[in-house]
């Protein structure tokens, strides 16, 4: 593996480039990508708190895999990459994505998914016009958004041509990016793709996110937080599922198209809850129920109460989920006891940890 900015010399073979590889999806992602295709895949990641070497894994050093520590609003280390390794496709992963941290401190998200996804765009499109027509029109540029930039949908479900109603600095941030992507699209024509995820859930993800969030502190006998009644809606996606969507979309999406994913899982947060009790205490019997240390706290500024998204136009190009919540949280409560190395990695930055969830 060459040294953290280094940039290795092209291989042989389309590549692919990955921000945010580090990350919780963008991880799974890397590691799928290697997995499924002969693609070279170049991970970029600034390695912020929520970005951690260890998630990729043996992906870290395969030898189609090259690791860059770095910002996606370096346009110069942007530029270098792509002209290195000149990718079919860049996969736009790199978020700050915590809702209460965007509360905290809403310039960061400004920042990084804002200003950093128009350096990433306009790095692209400046690569983008060096190639020639066959391999312009093949190219794509895939922009990982969320649910979140719809607002809280009271009923129904929403999709492409539903109106942007975000309500957090966070889902602010990631609809203006949107429309950065959309824009960048229409003016300069650059085959861009953006996929609308719901909550995602799985291995590696950062305990500051409820589902490991509720898991640590049941494991650890510390109590279970819930923000306001606990009757919060959202739909829940597996990170693997979630994957294969993004692999689905860059392969059969059309350019400028939209596309939500959805797990078909919707739950209260407050059953999600009780779904994490029930097993950390069929993995750790002979104590009280997990259950008694939930607690509802006063609710966070702007708390969005439902999220739905119609995944029609996904599943038409053959993509459906697979993971049916009950199996996916089990494996995921498995994973996080059988794994203290990787939790003993983010240890330090567990600050949050109790004060916030949902």
């Known amino acids: 593996m060459p040294p953290s900015g280094a940039l290795a010399p092209p291989a042989p073979g389309a590549s692919v480039l990955v921000t945010g590889g580090a990350g919780f999806i963008g991880s799974r992602l890397v590691t799928r990508l290697l ?145 950065f992507v959309h824009a960048f699209h229409h003016t300069y024509g650059l085959p861009v793709l953006t996929t609308h995820g719901s909550n995602t859930y799985g291995p590696f993800q950062y305990p500051e996110k409820l589902v490991p969030l509720l898991i640590l502190n049941a494991i650890e006998g510390r109590p279970l937080p819930l923000y306001g009644d606990g009757g919060n809606v959202r739909d829940w996606l597996h990170v693997d599922d979630h994957v294969r969507a993004l692999q689905c979309v860059l392969a059969e999406g059309a350019p400028g198209g ?57 599943r038409a190009l053959g993509w459906a989920p697979g993971t049916p919540f009950p199996e996916g949280l089990e494996q995921t409560v498995a994973w996080y006891l059988d794994n203290p190395a990787w939790l003993a990695g983010v240890a330090a930055h567990r600050e949050r940890l109790g004060a916030h969830g949902g």
């Open 35 to 179: 997995a499924d295709t002969p693609w070279r895949v170049v991970t970029l990641d600034r390695l912020t708190y929520a970005g951690n070497r260890a998630s990729l894994g043996p992906a870290l050093d395969h030898p189609r895999h090259t690791f860059v520590h770095g910002d996606i609003g370096d346009r110069t280390l942007v530029g270098d990459l792509l002209r290195a390794h000149r990718p079919r496709a860049v996969l736009h992963v790199a978020a700050e994505s915590h809702v209460d941290r965007s509360i905290d401190g809403p310039a960061a998200f400004a920042v990084t998914n804002v200003l950093g996804t128009v350096a990433l765009l306009t790095a692209t499109l400046d690569h983008w016009r060096t190639l020639d027509a066959t391999a312009r029109a093949a190219f794509r540029f895939l922009a990982v958004s969320t649910d979140e930039v719809y607002g809280s949908v009271e009923t129904g479900e929403a999709g492409p041509g539903s109106v942007y109603a975000p309500r957090s600095p966070y889902a602010a941030s990631k609809a203006a990016s949107d429309h």
């Open 258 to 314: 939209v596309y939500p994913v959805a797990g078909a899982h919707p739950l209260t947060n407050l059953e999600v809850a009780h779904a994490v009790c029930d097993l950390v205490d069929q993995r750790i019997p002979g104590r009280p129920s997990v259950r008694t240390r939930i607690r509802f706290v006063p609710d966070r500024p702007g708390h969005d109460r439902r999220y739905a998204v119609d995944a029609s136009a996904l």
